[in-house]
């Protein structure tokens, strides 16, 4: 976790939801470029609130309150139009959803569909294609671009998302949980094309299978309680891990 | 599992209760089957009647001719013909109120209805709610005497189709106001949240994937609304009185069906004209219903 290969740094995060009622408390960390950074943790532990607090998206809830900074590229993220911060800040979720309104094709433009940026057909038409293959669903959808997305299957319409999300070309990819929804086969699909898009992406994932933390992730966060225990080069944490509760939830013990 | 206990359970289903359990759910069942029954048939004995009594007079002049006079009416009567003419004056003014009333009520509805359901749990959210409930109350006729002092006195100086949308109008708002809140609710919230991490700006959330999310509720919610105040007359005897021609003037009086039927009930040489009348207006409400039912079931999302 060197700084000089850092893209984001947390600084002294704290999110309330209620007045003293705290999801996550005083994180610190630099997430690295390129790398996939696995947060973990049992339910409730602030996983998903120190996600979306990337992106900002926990300012949804009513009666937040954040404390801290989140630094993109030394730049606090708080103090950002949030619409921008969002284009550069992706995000899939832990169902796929897709617009049912919108066909596949539409589906990857949505980003700059719905923010009304105006393409030229035939950079539509590459932006689709591009991303499509990237997220290794060109050959599936191919002959189907105009149908709607919520034909596909699970693991299909979580590829689209993952496309959906990378047509911005953002620099961060935020992905909470993808894959909790689909079954093994669609799972790998999905864990290969992280590995694969690293090269050209940061991306933060939040899980709660900590197998796939092993398989896929370079870094680990294991968060308990609305604290950041630990955070490790995976193979150090899994094969080492400092805090005894860390080692608890890694072993079964809890969680 | 202890296989005594499924043993003893067994027993005192198969022997015990069975019979006087069983006898009271049919009974149940029957009573529940009987009042189910009674409702359907209702609607069928109306349409049944409707149509037995009043498919003589439909035909095409029904459809193209406004309604006639009575001596006409009498004398052919006496003769035992068929009533000439018919309620064109009716069909196009009961298009143009309703028409006129859903362009003034569906934006103010709709646009209430988002409100309501992006601020849901809001103080004044709830205010809203509760008074959109009061003004679904109001009877329709207590709506007509206020639009005839609004509208009829101050603003168009006599009886007006514009004092008569008013008055739909009123009516159509709760129920398009809470049928837009209840489809925005069915929207999954995943949605929502996929176009903002987008980077959506937010009025292009609410146009672009909530409101085509939910299409199929909205429109159902204004064809039910379109429905309900078809079929009302007592705003419109206050608001636009009737014309015994076609009018398409805005600050004039129309004519209505269900005022035609008012008007018909009043007049002893007009009785047949009742029954067809009442069938359209009946075939009319039931198409609409019958569409939006359609709609809901043909372009759910889920």
Redesign the interface.
């Known amino acids: 976790m060197a700084p000089a290969t850092s893209i984001l740094s947390i600084e002294d995060l704290s999110i309330a939801y209620d007045r003293d009622k705290y999801a996550v408390k005083n994180v610190t960390a630099t997430v690295r470029k390129n790398a996939i950074t696995a947060i973990m943790g049992p339910s409730g532990c602030g996983k998903t609130t120190l996600l979306r607090a990337i ?1 900002r ?1 926990h300012e ?1 809830y ?1 009666n937040i309150s954040t404390e801290g900074k989140i630094k993109l590229y030394g730049d606090n993220i708080y103090e950002m139009p ?6 550069k800040i ?2 899939v ?1 832990q ?1 796929p ?5 919108m066909s596949i094709y539409e589906n990857v433009i ?2 700059y ?4 940026i105006h393409l030229k057909r035939s950079e539509r038409d590459e932006i689709v294609e591009i991303t499509l293959r990237d997220v290794t669903l060109w050959d599936e959808v191919k002959n189907a671009l105009h149908k709607k997305g ?1 034909f596909l299957s699970g693991g299909q319409q979580q590829r689209l ?1 993952v496309a ?2 990378l047509a ?1 070309k953002p620099e961060i990819i935020l992905l909470d949980e993808p894959t909790s929804a689909l079954d093994p086969v669609s799972t790998a699909k999905i864990e290969d094309l992280l590995v694969e898009l690293k090269q050209h992406y940061t991306i933060i994932l939040v899980t709660h299978n900590m197998s796939q933390a092993a398989r896929i992730s370079d870094n680990s966060m294991f968060m308990y309680l609305g604290e950041l225990i630990e955070y490790e080069d995976t193979k150090t944490m899994f094969t080492n891990p400092k805090d005894p509760r860390t080692e608890g939830y890694l072993t079964g013990k809890f969680g | 599992m202890d296989s005594s206990i499924l043993q003893k359970r067994k027993t005192m289903t198969t022997t015990t209760h069975f019979g006087a359990r069983s006898f009271k759910s049919r009974l149940f069942f029957s009573i529940v089957l009987l009042f189910a029954l009674i409702t359907i048939s209702i609607v069928f004995l109306i349409i049944g009647t409707l149509a037995a009594k009043g498919f003589r007079q439909i035909n095409w002049s029904f459809f193209t001719q406004v309604a006639p006079d009575t001596f006409d009416a009498m004398m052919a009567n006496a003769s035992g013909k068929i009533i000439p003419g018919g309620i064109l004056n009716g069909i196009t003014g009961t298009l143009l109120l309703v028409g006129l009333a859903s362009v003034i009520a569906i934006p103010f509805g709709i646009v209430i209805g988002i409100y309501l359901y992006e601020n849901a749990t809001k103080r004044y959210a709830n205010v809203i709610r509760d008074i959109t409930d009061v003004l679904q109350g109001v009877p329709s006729i207590v709506v007509g005497l206020i639009v005839y002092l609004w509208v009829v006195v101050d603003i168009t100086k006599g009886y007006s189709v514009l004092a008569g949308s008013v008055a739909l109008a009123i009516m159509m708002l709760p129920l398009i106001i809470r049928s837009t809140e209840e489809s925005m609710k069915m929207v999954p919230t995943t949605l929502k949240e996929a176009a903002i991490a987008l980077g959506t700006p937010y009025y292009k959330v609410i146009l672009r994937v909530l409101i085509p999310s939910s299409f199929s509720g909205l429109i159902t919610g204004v064809l039910l609304a379109v429905s309900r105040v078809m079929g009302e007359t007592a705003p419109l005897l206050l608001t636009t009185l009737g014309n015994s021609s076609v009018n398409w003037n805005l600050a004039k009086p129309v004519s209505a069906v269900p005022l035609l039927i008012w008007q018909f009930y009043n007049d002893p040489n007009m009785v047949n004209l009742i029954w067809s009348s009442s069938l359209f207006l009946m075939g009319f409400v039931l198409l609409l219903n019958i569409l939006s039912k359609w709609i809901a079931a043909k372009k759910s999302i889920q």
């Open positions: 992106n998206m949804l009513p949030t619409i921008e911060l969002r284009r992706g995000m979720f169902r959803n897709p617009f049912p309104t949505a980003g569909k719905l923010n009304g919520t998302c959906r999300a911005f």
